[in-house]
């Protein structure tokens, strides 16, 4: 199985996977594991990810243009634009990790270790461009309900958890059977192939804005048109009152899609 960890701190990776379960897995060529250099994707000197937020607002968003190619460059073909999408491989998952996202649990681990390939998206500074989520990741994933500074650590929480359910990785069998979660393997699981961020992290889940906790808002900044997908009309037009209307809206329409829960 081969995990892709998409990031701008491709360091960061040095420590935890070079120990345990992870390490072997490795070794053993159970698993393959590649980090790939977001910055390498940028078009400045300066090797910008970021951009201001259209709209106003604190921190910074991840620009959509290297995020959208260094996926691409790691699937090996282009995932297309508004006007003609190119499928995806059934057996590959692209994984945006944030704090907006839907609650990863142990269910979803074996969905994972039943696939060919994961690749992650490690978020950083206040979020994400929506168009990421919506149009190139296959879901968005939390670990959940706090706040951490970038998408790489819990991007390999996840990588961990699915790589000790892989045949082979833990020596015994019945030890992933046998804890917490561990009874609720699907029955019937493909076998597995020889990232105000949990993940986004600085993603934010805020308190009571109006009706129960509501997940944060969808985030976009520059360019204004990207592959036919467009920024939302009310965030350019400079009306303040209606931007935070329609803020308010997107959060509570993203929390019933992704944590309905957290409006109970």
């Known amino acids: 199985m081969r995990f892709d960890l998409v990031t701008i701190f491709p360091e960061f990776f040095g420590g935890p996977l070079d120990h345990?379960?992870?390490?072997?897995?490795?070794?053993?060529?159970?698993?393959?594991?590649?980090?790939e250099d977001l910055r390498i994707f940028t078009k400045d000197r300066h090797r910008t990810v970021d951009d201001r937020p259209f709209g106003g607002g604190e921190g910074m968003v991840l620009k959509p243009q290297p995020l959208f190619e260094a996926v691409e460059s790691l699937l090996g073909h282009s995932v297309g634009d508004a006007a003609a999408?190119?499928?995806l491989a059934s057996n590959t998952a692209i994984v945006l990790m944030s704090a907006a996202g839907k609650l990863f649990t142990q269910d979803m681990a074996w969905r994972y270790a039943g696939m060919h390939r994961v690749i992650f998206i490690c978020g950083r500074y206040e979020g994400v461009d929506e168009r990421v989520a919506e149009h190139l990741a296959t879901e968005e994933i939390s670990i959940g309900d706090?706040?951490?500074?970038g998408g790489e650590l819990p991007a390999m929480?996840?990588?961990?958890?699915?790589?000790?359910?892989?045949?082979?990785?833990?020596?015994?069998?019945a030890s992933s059977q046998n804890e917490s979660f561990g009874g609720r393997q699907p029955q019937h699981r493909a076998p597995?192939?020889?990232?105000?961020?949990?993940?986004?992290?600085?993603?934010?889940?805020?308190a009571d804005r109006g009706g129960g906790m509501l997940l944060d808002y969808p985030h976009y900044t520059r360019p204004a048109e990207f592959r036919g997908w467009s920024v939302p009309e009310v965030l350019i037009g400079g009306n303040h009152a209606e931007v935070a209307k329609w803020r308010r809206a997107a959060a509570l329409e993203k929390t019933l899609r992704n944590r309905p829960d957290l409006l109970a």
């Open 146 to 149: 706090f706040i951490l500074s």
């Open 20 to 35: 345990g379960i992870v390490r072997r897995a490795r070794e053993t060529g159970l698993i393959d594991v590649h980090v």
């Open 157 to 173: 929480l996840v990588l961990d958890a699915v790589t000790r359910l892989l045949p082979g990785a833990l020596g015994n069998e």
């Open 85 to 87: 999408r190119t499928a």
């Open 192 to 206: 597995a192939s020889a990232s105000e961020s949990g993940a986004r992290a600085p993603a934010k889940a805020g």
